[in-house]
């Protein structure tokens, strides 16, 4: 196999094994809060796990890069896939201490796992693929979001209430597809380093660690914590140069609204009793219309930044689709839905609620999303390229502690004040990204001058 053809099939491995563990998490993610109104005596909160998750997340993210170092991203992305198998195991037999306990552990085993994925992502790509690379890695983890939520939707039709059969049915299941999805992590290979790649040549120190481990001695302690403090100084400082202040408003803004479609946009449709007996099967149906939106704008948007256009334009549409989601939204959900009971919310909005208008803002929410995530992991894979995993941190690590403090506000702010959050921080962050594809096109403008 030739050596592009090696890292196109470690891109390809890395998609199906990120697809299948978070068919498993995402689904989780999606019904969590639901599922947890169904419980007897069990006072947590799904909408404070998540703000946990996402608040070690980022907390996490600073000793990332470190981890990374010193285990390498093979061993990186199969241990916290590990963490992320357990808290879903968990609600095989729920106890409120495993709960929370289980959301500190896959926090942080978030921000090891996609420090990695930002790793082997920029390793097996150039600047020609890197594009063509990040459109199909997200295509294929937005997999993720059709099968399991398509199992809810058959599984849960019609039913009121969870019953423990259903639970335990449904989350031993996910636990089994995440396990297969860690192991797929052993099929990825070492680029070939007769051709390396720029990225390969400045990140083969993260890169033949996992690799070499079993079969060679690894490097002298004093190495390895050279190696980690230097990963750790990397990354602080280039969450302060000026491409990377440019990009935290677009960064924080898809914290915001991944808070939104995975856990509080479901939670609505499942709340609204005008939506019928099928309104908790509508959950699962909801989180495939984002999966298709999601795999839609990851295989068209990857291959679109190769174009002469650059990446503003697909941004851009990203705000606008979203904003049409939003004002739907704001017409046809109730605006207590997000704090509903397990009975649900007999209010409504502005418009008779519809079902098909609901479905299809969900459409729009992955759409949108795939926008804004496929051309920040393109700019930043571009960007830092030689320093991929400490920049891929800096990303998660904004984009996560978004995301706890809007799982944490989620359990009080209703639904139009979410809205207008997210309409604020989106045009905000839209304008930042743009200023800062200017640089990009600026700079390899200057390139091609000099090289004349």
Not at 27 to 36: A, R, S
Not at 116 to 132: E, P, Y
Not at 306 to 319: A, E, Q, S
Not at 331 to 342: F, G, K, R, V
């Amino acid at each position: 196999m030739t050596p592009e053809g090696k890292a196109l099939s470690n891109i390809v491995i890395l998609g199906f094994g990120f697809m299948l563990m978070f068919t498993a998490f995402q689904t989780c993610g999606n019904i969590e809060q639901t599922v947890i109104k169904s419980l007897n005596n069990f006072t947590a909160s799904g909408y404070t796990s998540m703000s946990i998750i996402y608040g070690v997340f980022s907390a996490s993210n600073l000793v990332a890069p470190s981890v990374v170092a010193v285990v390498g991203p093979q061993l990186s992305m199969f241990f916290s896939g590990l963490l992320y198998s357990a808290y879903i195991a968990m609600f095989i037999q729920p106890r409120v201490w495993s709960f929370y306990t289980a959301s500190v552990l896959v926090g942080f085993g978030a921000a090891v796992l996609w420090t990695a994925q930002g790793n082997v992502l920029a390793i097996n790509s150039t600047d020609t693929t890197i594009g063509r690379n990040s459109g199909i890695f997200w295509a294929l983890l937005q997999f993720s979001l059709f099968f399991g939520n398509l199992y809810i939707y058959l599984a849960w039709q019609g039913h009121d209430h969870i019953s423990e059969k259903d639970r335990q049915t449904v989350f031993i299941s996910l636990t089994v597809i995440s396990l297969i999805g860690c192991f797929l992590f052993f099929l990825i290979r070492k680029p070939d380093p007769s051709e390396p790649t720029p990225s390969e040549t400045s990140e083969a120190p993260l890169h033949t660690e996992s690799t070499d481990s079993a079969s060679v001695s690894g490097p002298p302690r004093r190495s390895l914590c050279t190696q980690a403090l230097d990963a750790f100084v990397k990354a602080c400082k280039l969450s302060v140069t000026k491409e990377m202040m440019l990009l935290c408003l677009p960064i924080m803004y898809t914290g915001l609204e991944l808070t939104f479609y995975s856990g509080v946009y479901g939670t609505c449709i499942g709340a609204m009793t005008r939506f019928g007996h099928n309104a908790k099967g509508l959950i699962g149906i909801s989180g495939i219309l984002i999966g298709v939106g999601e795999i839609l704008g990851g295989g068209v948007f990857g291959i679109l930044n190769n174009n002469r256009l650059g990446r503003n334009p697909v941004v851009l549409l990203g705000l606008l689709i979203h904003y049409l989601a939003f004002y739907l939204i704001f017409l046809n959900i109730a605006p207590d839905a997000p704090q509903a009971p397990e009975e649900g919310t007999d209010l409504q909005a502005y418009m008779t609620p519809n079902v098909g208008v609901a479905l299809f803002c969900s459409f729009l929410l992955g759409l949108g999303d795939s926008c804004f995530n496929t051309q920040l992991l393109s700019i930043i894979g571009f960007l830092y390229k030689e320093d991929s995993a400490p920049a891929f941190a800096v990303f998660k690590f904004i984009q996560s502690i978004m995301a706890a403090i809007a799982f944490s506000y989620s359990n009080v702010l209703q639904l139009p004040w979410q809205l207008l959050l997210l309409v604020v921080t989106g045009f905000m962050g839209t304008l930042s990204f743009f200023m800062a594809e200017w640089g990009v096109v600026a700079k390899r403008r200057d390139s091609d001058y000099d090289s004349i």
